[in-house]
DNA sequence: GATACCAGTAAACTAAAGGTTACTAGTATC
DNA sequence: GATACTAGTAACCTTTAGTTTACTGGTATC
């Protein structure tokens, strides 16, 4: 703990640790993106059953947000012109496993946030 | 990488890892909470000096910003009034500590990211 | 005596994100 | 023949996020 405080210090007093977070949230941040990513990370999928998978999220913003993930890379959209109707299935690139940290990181710290608020427990340090 | 893939999917199919993550970004999203930890993780600090280490952020979102994470545990307000003029400092709580794999594990992503963009990479794998 | 700093707050505004409804055209199901 | 599915798009609206400007009252500096 006290070894990781003084690892991180050393990156905040560079500036360059607020730069990268920043950028990084700027990318991937906002409400559906990981969602997205992390549906997708279960298996590729067609639109509808995107919009099925990630609960809540309107086509319109899923259409949105897939332009989005697929111009940074992290999405491949395949068109097979010869079903009818057409299929068009969304996969993740290779460049989406790079995420991997970064989504356990936040899983594992937003579920146990949700364990400490059902717990009721109060901070005892200051 | 194999391993890993492993992992996650098993937690995906659960449907909690989404759930936990997008409860983090709910609570750690946005463009400023992050930030004004990370500036305070470097060392507690006033309200105008959180101002100025926090580029870019103006008083009313940053005064919004500390009363949301301090609402939520993270930070501390502590008053000074025997000073003149009063001297309100900002801390971090014991609890932002939980936070550090997460910020590591983002700038970490975004760091990376920006040298791919820097040199311009293209991703070699479908 | 004017200016700047302290820790903000209020009001008014703009910008960005997201939601809702309706619609496309071709096929399959009831 | 009505309904539902395919993959979205267009227009419109609401909500949230963030900015700008001006202001507080007491102290220190020029």
Redesign the pocket.
């Known amino acids: 703990m006290e070894q990781n405080c003084i690892d991180i210090r050393d990156q905040i007093m560079s500036q360059k640790l607020v730069k990268s977070v920043a950028d990084a949230l700027y990318i991937i941040g906002?409400?559906?993106k990981l969602p997205i990513i992390i549906a997708l990370f279960a298996q590729s999928k067609?639109?509808?059953?995107l919009k099925r998978a990630v609960e809540?999220?309107?086509?319109?913003?899923l259409?949105?947000?897939?332009?989005d993930l697929e111009a940074n890379g992290f999405i491949k959209?395949r068109v097979y012109a010869e079903d009818?109707?057409?299929?068009?299935?969304?996969e993740l690139t290779e460049y989406s496993n790079s995420l991997e940290e970064v989504v356990l990181a936040l899983g594992n710290w937003g579920e146990s946030h949700l364990m400490k608020l059902k717990t009721g427990l109060k901070e005892v340090q200051s």
């Open positions: 906002g409400k559906w067609r639109f509808n059953d809540g999220i309107s086509a319109r913003v259409s949105n947000e897939l332009k959209r009818t109707p057409v299929t068009v299935l969304y």
